[in-house]
């Protein structure tokens, strides 16, 4: 903390110090997300370092990979790679394999027209063509985008006279077929994909934390937008945030799993309604040590993933979002969406994202469990001191019992002695 203060310090000096010479000194070119992170219209003096996120609001992953020299690997995977790209090179491979395919074929046939004299012989009744009333490069095209759509329009048709453009024939035939399999089953999963599916799923703008049936709670909002409901919807999160082993090892963006109800069951929701999605702050949780005042201070990131399967297409979808510390409210809950109407329940989408304030300890759930440990202990002290004393006043009735006892036995003793005497 302190070499990054005084980084920004020397920071400051130096971009002061451009600003009073008359030299023009050129900006390092900064990377495109790099320039879109910059703070905008912020004084030096108040600017703050922006927390870098892993996750975006809208759910796309703030990663970018560099330097991948194993390239080919896209290519072994082809049918993914060509799905993952964007529709405007989508579009353009779509039709760009259907041209190429079209064109060489139309070459192959003008080829083997031109090899066998058919150009020569046009209008020759004498003379069979390998293709009826192929004249030129155009007609091969067009005979060749006629064989491969199984078009056929009836005026240029391959005779028996042709072995090499029958075998030619069935040879465009089939790879036709795989062409077009390949490339409409491509269109067909890129078109069904359930990413705009998930657009539907909206997750609350801010987490809040606060108390719920006497313990201290991380919450969020889900909901569903559309009528036909997500089957198997289930949700997670993770907290990202770096940390330092015991060895000394740095492990940046180090994810940790954060319970939202996993062994009793919560996490499988009935999405029908928005939901509140509640993690306990117990002794497992990474939030335990974490109170009010300290929870500025810290760089992390909740992430949420919602998954489900869509009930139109069964295909899996899947939703994000995240919170950094500025989207944790702490002593707040969620204004209350759903109402009791004539027959049925109405969801007021407008108050989705509300909050209100309520009363919330400012101290950490450790610190709230010690706090409750400590007034429990005059409890257990009286009950003690009682059971401490139970047992002194049994021991000494044990001990007048038996000297009772002895005194008896001398009493006898002594009688028996006289008796003899």
């Known amino acids: 903390f302190l070499f990054s203060m005084a980084a920004n310090v020397l920071e400051e000096d130096s971009m002061e110090q451009d600003i009073e010479s008359p030299v023009t000194i050129h900006q390092p070119k900064l990377p495109k997300q790099a320039r879109e992170d910059l703070p905008k219209n912020i004084s030096k003096e108040c600017a703050k370092r922006k927390i870098q996120r892993y996750v975006r609001k809208d759910g796309k992953c703030n990663v970018h990979h560099g330097n991948v020299r194993e390239t080919y690997r896209y290519l072994t995977d082809i049918f993914t790679t060509l799905v993952d790209l964007k529709w405007r090179f989508n579009l353009l ?18 080829l083997i027209a031109y090899m066998r004299g058919d150009m020569d012989h046009i209008g020759d009744s004498t003379w069979t063509p390998c293709v009826s009333n192929l004249n ?3 007609s091969a095209f067009l005979f060749s985008i006629e064989t491969e759509t199984t078009i056929g329009y009836g005026y240029r048709v391959i005779t028996d006279k042709c072995p090499e453009g029958i075998i030619l024939l069935l040879v465009q035939s089939v790879l036709g077929s795989i062409v077009n399999a390949f490339m409409v089953g491509c269109m067909f999963v890129k078109i069904s994909q359930p990413k705009k599916r998930a657009e539907t799923l909206v997750f609350s703008t801010n987490a809040v934390i606060s108390m719920r049936d006497g313990k201290l709670c991380l919450m ?5 937008l559309r009528n036909s409901h997500i089957v198997e919807a289930s949700i997670r999160a993770k907290l990202i945030k770096s940390k330092q082993t015991k060895e000394g090892e740095f492990i940046p963006l180090n994810q940790t ?8 069951g919560d996490d499988r929701l009935f999405l029908v309604s928005p939901l509140i999605i509640s993690h306990e702050i117990n002794q497992q949780s990474p939030f335990w040590e974490i109170s009010k005042a300290q929870l500025p201070k810290e760089e992390l990131e909740i992430v949420v993933i919602l998954e489900g399967m869509v009930e139109a297409t069964g295909m899996t979808c899947q939703a994000r979002s995240s919170y950094i510390t500025s989207e944790i409210l702490w002593g707040y809950r969620f204004t209350p969406v759903l109402t009791l109407e004539d027959g049925f329940y109405e969801v007021d989408y407008n108050s989705f994202h509300e909050t209100y304030e309520t009363n919330t300890p400012v101290y950490s759930a450790k610190e709230l469990a010690e706090m409750a440990s400590r007034a429990e202990l005059p409890l257990t002290w009286s009950v003690s001191s009682k059971l401490d004393q139970h047992a002194e006043l049994e021991t000494e009735e044990e001990e007048k019992n038996q000297e009772d006892q002895n005194e008896r036995n001398g009493d006898v003793a002594n009688l028996e002695s006289e008796s003899k005497v």
Not at 93 to 110: Q, S
Not at 257 to 264: S, W
């Open 136 to 138: 030129g490069f155009v």
């Open 93 to 110: 491979i779509f039709v760009m394999v259907y041209t190429v395919t079209w064109l060489f074929f139309g070459m192959i046939w003008w």
């Open 220 to 224: 969020f909002r889900v909901g569903d």
């Open 257 to 264: 799993d954060i319970n939202v109800g996993y062994y009793t």
